[in-house]
């Protein structure tokens, strides 16, 4: 699987934990970081990528649920390698589609808290799909909070094909691991 596919669904990955920002704050701004990972297979060695670090901004409903979305730049996806990241940015077709999406909608942090699991649509290019990511690590205070959260993507199900060269050929999933960081303003 190309790295910058890894990268934005890493990012997801991010925009997902953050969504469970809301656990430290009953009321005010919250203001969350996700640093974004990823690793994939292929014929000749696996290999590991970034997405950078990705800020964003949580919204409590009138409901008292949360709600945030998350933007990854495809040119942010890096994996060390130019010559991957560049087939990387051609199979998201970054020049029409330059930004993943991961979208929460209506979540209950205790919720997400007591189950593991936290929702959200994750869009690559005009594919939207559903997907739950796994939250571990959850550490919690007053003022912020902090956990991790993965995820995988299948390539084929955001309907992208891996750029293969050679013999050389990428997995079709995709791991993708964040570090959410959240802060009451």
Not at 13 to 39: H, K
Not at 147 to 176: H, I, K, M, N, Y
């Amino acid at each position: 699987m190309p790295p910058r596919l890894c990268g934005i669904l890493l990012h997801c990955a991010c925009a997902f934990a953050l969504a469970l920002a809301p656990a430290i704050s009953a009321a005010g701004e919250v203001r969350g970081s996700a640093r974004v990972s990823f690793s994939a297979t292929s014929t000749l060695h696996d290999f590991t990528g970034t997405a950078g670090s990705v800020a964003f901004s949580l919204s409590q409903g009138a409901g008292g649920a949360w709600s945030a979305d998350v933007n990854v730049a495809v040119a942010d996806l890096k994996t060390g390698n130019r010559w991957r990241d560049g087939d990387m940015r051609e199979m998201f077709d970054s020049a029409k589609h330059p930004r993943i999406r991961a979208s929460f909608r209506d979540l209950d942090p205790e919720k997400v808290r007591s189950s593991g699991l936290l929702p959200f649509l994750l869009q690559i290019r005009t594919v939207e799909r559903p997907v739950q990511a796994a939250v571990r690590n959850w550490r919690q205070t007053e003022r912020e909070a902090s956990f991790d959260a993965a995820f995988d993507v299948s390539l084929e199900s955001f309907q992208l094909e891996a750029p293969e060269t050679f013999f050389l050929s990428v997995g079709d999933t995709v791991r993708v691991t964040v570090r959410v960081t959240l802060e009451r303003v």
